[in-house]
Structures are given as structure tokens and as C-alpha cells.
């Protein structure tokens, strides 16, 4: 059964940096898409950053600039570092995989259950 199981979530000032790990077990991260989405209260789940299994990301404009996705193949590991963090960037972050990459959001079919994000002005 996959599993993706996130951490590194934590409660942070304007400005502030966290960066996020999703430990994938049973997929293989180095063949196929992986990415994070955000569900901030009372809004739609929204995608973030994803990338290929060649690690090529994209972004969603919100984040742009400031968010770096990544991966380790070995660790089968995903990675989201969020600097310059905004009370916008508030919300649960998901990790998200799939075995075939989309050139939009739609590429999830296995996540996790989340990691709470806190950004405070």
C-alpha cells in the first residue's frame, strides 16, 4: 500500500522559511510525478509545486520564486523548501504522486494526509 507521510509543518512569522519532507514507501518517486498541494481554511485545494520523475518542477504563480521542490531518488524522499513565507501561504500542505506526469494538477493519485502550515504578520 503507498504511503506518503509528511512533516517539518510548524507555525512561523512573515518572512520565515520551513521546509517540508513527504517520505514516500511503496512508490517510487524516481518513476513518476510528485508534487504538494495546499488547503487553506475555507478555500479549494490548490497545487503548489510538482515535478517530474527527471525532477523538473513548475510552479503555481503564487509561489514562485520563493518555494523549491525537490527530490531524493535514493531516500525516495520529497522535499518542499517555502522561503519568504506570507500569511497567504497558510493552510494544510499534502504530498501528492502519481505514475504519470500531466502538464497540469491532475497527475495525483496517492496522498498524503497532511502537514499544518502557519504563517503569522
Known amino acids: 500500500q503507498v504511503q506518503l507521510v509528511e512533516s517539518g509543518g510548524g507555525s512561523v512569522q512573515t518572512g520565515g522559511s520551513l521546509r517540508l519532507s513527504c517520505a514516500v514507501s511503496?512508490?517510487?518517486?524516481?518513476?513518476?510525478?510528485t508534487g504538494w498541494f495546499r488547503q487553506a481554511p475555507g478555500k479549494e485545494r490548490e497545487g503548489v509545486a510538482r515535478?517530474?520523475?527527471?525532477?523538473?518542477?513548475t510552479y503555481a504563480e503564487s509561489v514562485k520564486g520563493r518555494f523549491t521542490i525537490s527530490k531524493d531518488d535514493d531516500k525516495n524522499i520529497v522535499y518542499l523548501q517555502m522561503n519568504n513565507l506570507k500569511p497567504d501561504d497558510t493552510g494544510v500542505y499534502l504530498c501528492?504522486?502519481?505514475?504519470?506526469?500531466?502538464?497540469?494538477?491532475?497527475?495525483?493519485?496517492?496522498w498524503g494526509q497532511g502537514t499544518h502550515v502557519t504563517v503569522s504578520s
Open positions: 515535478q517530474t520523475l527527471y525532477g523538473y518542477p
Open positions: 511503496v512508490f517510487t518517486v524516481s518513476r513518476g510525478c
Open positions: 501528492a504522486a502519481g505514475p504519470y506526469c500531466t502538464n497540469n494538477w491532475g497527475f495525483a493519485t496517492f
